[in-house]
C-alpha cells in the first residue's frame, strides 16, 4: 500500500512539474496577434419585411389593455430599490485579481475602473447623512425631478490606449513576440473592440436606468396629462448619445410607446458649436494642457511607480517587447473595456488587488484635476447646465454667457420651463462639472489630492462619481412639516448630498432638505460669481495640488 501510494504521489508530482513548466513555455504569437477584428450585422442588403411579417397594430387581437395608475415608488415604498451587488453588474464576468483565491474574500474589480466602472448605488453615509435615502421624507412629496445623466458602457474612443496597445503586440509579432504563463493568451489575441458606440450591456443601462425612473417617478405624468402635452429630453448628436436618450426612453415610457410618447431633442455636438451637453467645444482652455488637462499628467506621472512589481512579472513571461506603465494602464482599460463588450476579459486576471486599487486612484486624479476642483476650467463648462436647471426652477428663460444654445433655450418648444420631469443625457466630464458649478463640496471633502500616493483623506473617488450611467438628480419637494414647505435636495447615483456646507443659510437637515427659493438664490449667486469669459479665455497659469472650487485664479489687480 505504501508502495502504491509513494507512486501515487511521485506521478502526481510529475504532472504538476510537467504543467509547471508548460506554463514556463514560451509560446511564438500568431501572424494575426494583435490585429484588429469586427463582425457587421446586420447582413448588407437585409431588411425587416413588414408585408410579411406586419406589426402588432396590422395583426389585431391586442388582449384586454386597460392601464393602471402611475408608479410613484419615490413615496410610496417602504424601502428604496438600491442598485448594489451583481445586479449592477450583470450579465458581466469580473474574476478575481491575480494571486487572490477564490475562497478569500470577495474583492469586485469593477469598482476600480474610475470612469469605466458600472454605476451602482452610494451611501449618503458616505457624505455625511447617515440617515438619510432618496425615498421622499415622511410626509413629503415630490413634484418635479431633474436628471442630467451620462451614457451607458462604451468602446474606447478613436486611437485611444486600447487600440495603440494593440498596435504594439501586432507590431512584435512581425519580430517573431512569445509569451508564456500569464500571458500565453496573447498568443493568439486579437482587437475586437469598436469605437465609442454604446455596447449591449451600455443600452441595458440605460434602459434600467428608465426603468427605475418610471417606477419612481411615475406620477409625475400626470401633469402632462393635465396639460395635453409630452415632455421634451434632451440629448448630443454622437451616436452613443442618442442610443443612450431612446434607450433611456424606451425603459422609460416602454417599447414603442417611447416611439410616440416623448420628444427627444439632438443638439449638434461639434467645435464651436454652443452645447451645455459639449462645453468643451467653446472653451479654449480647457483644450490648453497646462489648464484642462492637469490631470492627464498627474495620472500619468503617479503611474510611472507603482505597477512596477506586476509590470516585472508580465515583462519576465513575454520576450520581444517590454511593457511600460503605459502599457499596464492599457492593459487595465482592455480589462474594462473587454468586460464592459464582450462581458469577460483575460487581462483582468494580469492584475493585483493592489494594481486595481492604484488603477482607480489614477482616474481620481485625472478627473479630480481635469473637470474636479483642482482645475481652473471645470466650473465654467458646467455653467451652462447650472443656468439650465435655474431657469428650469424659475419659469425663466436664462441669460448670460456661457456654453448654453440660446437659440434653443429660449424657445418654448425645446427649452420648454413647465415640465414635472426633465432628463439630459450627456457625457462623465460635464456631470462632474455640472457638479462643480452647482458648487456640492460634500462630494469633494478634505485637501487636494496627493499627486504620488493616495492619502484617503478626500471623498472625491471618481468610479464613485463618473462611472457609466451616472446621473445627477434634484429633487423638488413639498413638505406641509417644513416652513417654506416647497423644498430641494440633490441626489448622486442615489446618495443625498448634503447643502449646508455649501450653500450659506441652509440649516443642517438629515433628510438634505433647504427651502427652494434660497437654494435658487445661492444658485443665482454662483452663476454671477464664475466667469465664463476669464475662466475660458483668460490668460493666467494653474498646477496640481491646488483646490480651485473649479474656478480659474483671480485676475490680477495690477
Same mark, same amino acid.
Request: charged content about 15%; proline content about 8%.
Given at each position: 500500500m505504501q508502495l502504491v501510494t509513494s507512486v501515487a504521489l511521485l506521478s502526481a508530482l510529475l504532472v504538476h512539474t510537467r504543467a509547471a513548466a508548460e506554463d514556463t513555455a514560451f509560446v511564438t504569437a500568431a501572424p494575426n496577434a494583435g490585429?484588429?477584428?469586427?463582425?457587421?450585422?446586420?447582413?448588407?442588403?437585409?431588411?425587416?419585411?413588414?408585408? =410579411?411579417?406586419? +406589426?402588432?397594430?396590422?395583426?389585431?387581437?391586442?388582449?384586454?389593455?386597460?392601464?393602471?395608475?402611475?408608479?410613484?415608488?419615490?413615496?410610496?415604498?417602504? #424601502?428604496?430599490?438600491?442598485?448594489?451587488? +451583481?445586479?449592477?453588474? *450583470?450579465? =458581466?464576468?469580473?474574476?478575481?485579481?491575480?494571486?487572490?483565491?477564490?475562497?478569500?474574500?470577495?474583492?469586485?474589480?469593477?469598482? /476600480?475602473?474610475?470612469? =469605466?466602472?458600472?454605476? /451602482?448605488?452610494?451611501?449618503?453615509?458616505? /457624505?455625511?447623512?447617515?440617515?438619510?435615502?432618496?425615498?421622499?421624507?415622511?410626509?413629503?412629496?415630490?413634484?418635479?425631478?431633474?436628471?442630467?445623466?451620462?451614457?451607458?458602457?462604451?468602446?474606447?474612443?478613436?486611437?485611444?490606449?486600447?487600440?495603440?496597445?494593440?498596435?504594439?503586440?501586432?507590431?512584435?509579432?512581425?519580430?517573431?513576440?512569445?509569451?508564456?504563463?500569464?500571458?500565453? @493568451?496573447?498568443?493568439?489575441?486579437?482587437?475586437? =473592440?469598436?469605437?465609442?458606440?454604446?455596447?449591449? *450591456?451600455?443600452?441595458?443601462?440605460? @434602459?434600467?436606468?428608465?426603468?427605475?425612473?418610471?417606477?419612481?417617478?411615475?406620477?409625475?405624468?400626470?401633469? @402632462?396629462?393635465?396639460?395635453?402635452?409630452?415632455?421634451?429630453?434632451?440629448?448630443?448628436?454622437?451616436?452613443?448619445?442618442?442610443?443612450?436618450?431612446?434607450?433611456?426612453?424606451?425603459?422609460?415610457?416602454?417599447?414603442?410607446? /417611447?416611439?410616440?410618447?416623448?420628444?427627444?431633442?439632438?443638439?449638434?455636438?461639434?467645435?464651436?458649436?454652443?452645447?451645455?451637453?459639449? +462645453?468643451?467645444?467653446?472653451?479654449?482652455?480647457?483644450?490648453?494642457?497646462?489648464?484642462?488637462?492637469?490631470?492627464?499628467?498627474?495620472?500619468?506621472?503617479?503611474?510611472?511607480?507603482?505597477?512596477?512589481?506586476?509590470?516585472?512579472?508580465?515583462? #519576465?513571461?513575454v520576450s520581444g517587447l517590454t511593457f511600460t506603465p503605459a502599457d499596464a494602464i492599457a492593459m487595465l482599460q482592455l480589462c474594462s473595456y473587454e468586460t464592459n463588450a464582450l462581458g469577460y476579459s483575460a487581462f483582468c486576471g494580469l492584475f493585483s488587488e493592489e494594481d486595481f486599487i492604484n488603477y482607480e486612484y489614477y482616474f481620481d486624479l485625472s478627473f479630480y484635476y481635469n473637470n474636479g476642483p483642482g482645475s481652473p476650467v471645470s466650473a465654467a463648462q458646467g455653467k451652462a447646465y447650472l443656468q439650465e436647471f435655474v431657469a428650469r426652477f424659475t419659469g425663466e428663460y436664462p441669460e448670460g454667457w456661457s456654453a448654453m444654445n440660446l437659440t434653443y433655450d429660449n424657445s418654448s418648444t425645446y427649452f420648454p420651463l413647465n415640465q414635472s420631469i426633465y432628463a439630459d443625457a450627456t457625457h462623465e466630464v460635464v456631470v462632474l462639472d455640472t457638479l462643480m458649478a452647482f458648487n456640492l463640496t460634500a462630494l469633494f471633502k478634505g485637501p487636494p489630492l496627493d499627486a504620488t500616493k493616495n492619502q484617503h483623506e478626500n471623498s472625491f473617488v471618481a468610479s464613485k462619481i463618473v462611472p457609466f450611467a451616472t446621473h445627477f438628480t434634484a429633487q423638488v419637494l413639498e413638505c406641509p412639516a417644513y416652513q417654506p414647505t416647497k423644498q430641494i435636495r440633490f441626489l448622486v447615483n442615489d446618495a443625498v448630498v448634503p447643502v449646508a456646507d455649501s450653500y450659506a443659510g441652509c440649516p443642517t437637515d438629515e433628510h438634505g432638505l433647504c427651502a427652494f427659493d434660497h437654494v435658487v438664490s445661492v444658485l443665482q449667486d454662483r452663476i454671477d460669481e464664475i466667469d465664463f469669459d476669464w475662466d475660458c479665455f483668460g490668460n493666467y497659469t494653474a498646477e496640481a495640488g491646488i483646490d480651485y472650487n473649479g474656478r480659474a485664479p483671480p485676475r490680477s489687480s495690477s
Open positions: 490585429s484588429a477584428t469586427s463582425d457587421a450585422y446586420p447582413p448588407d442588403g437585409t431588411t425587416v419585411d413588414s408585408a =410579411l411579417f406586419p +406589426p402588432e397594430a396590422e395583426v389585431g387581437f391586442p388582449g384586454p389593455t386597460p392601464t393602471g395608475v402611475q408608479p410613484a415608488a419615490i413615496q410610496t415604498a417602504a #424601502s428604496y430599490p438600491y442598485n448594489r451587488g +451583481p445586479t449592477n453588474q *450583470f450579465p =458581466l464576468v469580473a474574476p478575481q485579481p491575480h494571486g487572490k483565491a477564490e475562497t478569500e474574500e470577495k474583492f469586485d474589480i469593477t469598482k /476600480y475602473w474610475g470612469n =469605466l466602472s458600472p454605476w /451602482y448605488s452610494l451611501s449618503s453615509a458616505d /457624505y455625511g447623512l447617515p440617515d438619510a435615502n432618496p425615498l421622499a421624507p415622511q410626509g413629503c412629496s415630490v413634484t418635479q425631478v431633474h436628471l442630467l445623466y451620462r451614457h451607458g458602457a462604451r468602446y474606447p474612443t478613436s486611437g485611444a490606449a486600447p487600440a495603440q496597445f494593440a498596435d504594439k503586440i501586432a507590431n512584435a509579432t512581425k519580430d517573431g513576440l512569445q509569451v508564456s504563463g500569464d500571458l500565453a @493568451f496573447l498568443a493568439d489575441w486579437t482587437y475586437k =473592440l469598436g469605437a465609442e458606440l454604446l455596447t449591449p *450591456f451600455g443600452r441595458s443601462q440605460e @434602459f434600467m436606468l428608465g426603468i427605475q425612473h418610471r417606477q419612481l417617478y411615475g406620477h409625475l405624468l400626470n401633469n @402632462f396629462t393635465e396639460a395635453g402635452t409630452i415632455p421634451v429630453f434632451r440629448t448630443e448628436s454622437q451616436d452613443r448619445m442618442v442610443k443612450t436618450t431612446e434607450n433611456f426612453a424606451a425603459g422609460f415610457f416602454g417599447v414603442p410607446e /417611447y416611439l410616440d410618447e416623448v420628444n427627444i431633442e439632438i443638439l449638434v455636438e461639434a467645435p464651436g458649436v454652443n452645447n451645455s451637453g459639449a +462645453p468643451y467645444y467653446v472653451c479654449s482652455n480647457a483644450d490648453v494642457e497646462s489648464l484642462g488637462y492637469i490631470g492627464d499628467t498627474v495620472a500619468s506621472s503617479f503611474a510611472n511607480d507603482v505597477f512596477n512589481v506586476t509590470l516585472e512579472r508580465l515583462n #519576465s513571461q
